[in-house]
């Protein structure tokens, strides 16, 4: 699995957009890319998953370059609720064994009022 | 639809016990997987359970063990308890873990080791 690497923390203010950029330069043909969001004491909740260039879902947008060597996750107008750690996984979805995810350190998104 | 259930929510146990987590999948999911999440090493994967069967095994000693049943429901084990077992213990479900990281978490089991 691609090792990945995000910023360790940021802050932000209600209303703005929080942009998270992870890097895995090991990035495989097969490889995924999905974001997972965790608050305290709750298990991680799946955001978001893009293979290249752009998605969209209700919550948030992905967005992957050509190279597909980074990713960015953008979370439009945050709220207070919105405080939590974020996770960036790489893997292959199509893999029959090792289906186990692995979670790096994440990015402690602080939103305040 | 419910989501993935676990019992219980905390626990408090004494070095050298054992202990049983258990996880409930959401209808129709084949797939659980469990994790232990500390504040040192972050979310790490135990084991993968598909159909009864252990699919995937992560880096922990045997004293931690899993079984899955024929409803998909799933309990984990840890034996002979030690202080750094101390932690929150997750469950994730998904319809078939091979094709998808749609994975969907219980709240977890948080176990306390004194």
């Known amino acids: 699995l691609a090792k990945t690497t995000q910023p360790i923390s940021m802050d932000s203010y209600e209303g703005q957009e929080v942009n998270i950029t992870c890097s895995h330069n090991n990035i495989a043909t097969n490889d995924y890319i999905t974001w997972y969001q965790q608050f305290p004491s709750q298990g991680p909740r799946f955001i978001i998953q893009?293979?290249?260039t752009k998605v969209t879902n209700e919550v948030a947008s992905l967005f992957i370059p050509a190279d597909r060597k980074s990713s960015t996750l953008s979370l439009p107008r945050v709220s207070l609720s919105d405080t939590a750690v974020y996770y960036c996984?790489?893997?292959?979805?199509?893999?029959?064994?090792?289906?186990?995810?692995?979670f790096g350190g994440g990015t402690r998104v602080l939103v305040k009022p | 639809k419910a989501g993935v259930t676990q019992t219980p929510r905390y626990l408090i146990k004494t070095r050298g016990q054992q202990v049983t987590l258990s996880c409930s999948p959401i209808?129709?999911?084949?797939?659980v997987s469990w994790y232990q999440q500390t504040p040192g090493q972050g979310l790490q994967f135990l084991f993968e359970?598909?159909?009864?069967?252990?699919?995937n095994k992560g880096n922990f000693p045997g004293r931690f063990s899993g079984r899955q049943f024929s409803n998909s429901r799933s309990e984990m084990n840890v034996s002979t308890l030690e202080l750094g077992d101390s932690a929150l213990y997750l469950c994730?479900?998904?319809?078939?873990?091979?094709?998808?990281?749609?994975?969907?978490f219980g709240s977890g089991t948080r176990l306390t080791v004194v």
């Open positions: 893009g293979y290249k």
């Open positions: 359970y598909f159909s009864e069967t252990q699919r």
């Open positions: 996984l790489v893997g292959d979805r199509a893999k029959a064994a090792g289906n186990k995810l692995t």
């Open positions: 994730a479900s998904s319809l078939d873990g091979a094709r998808s990281y749609g994975y969907t």
């Open positions: 209808s129709g999911h084949r797939s």
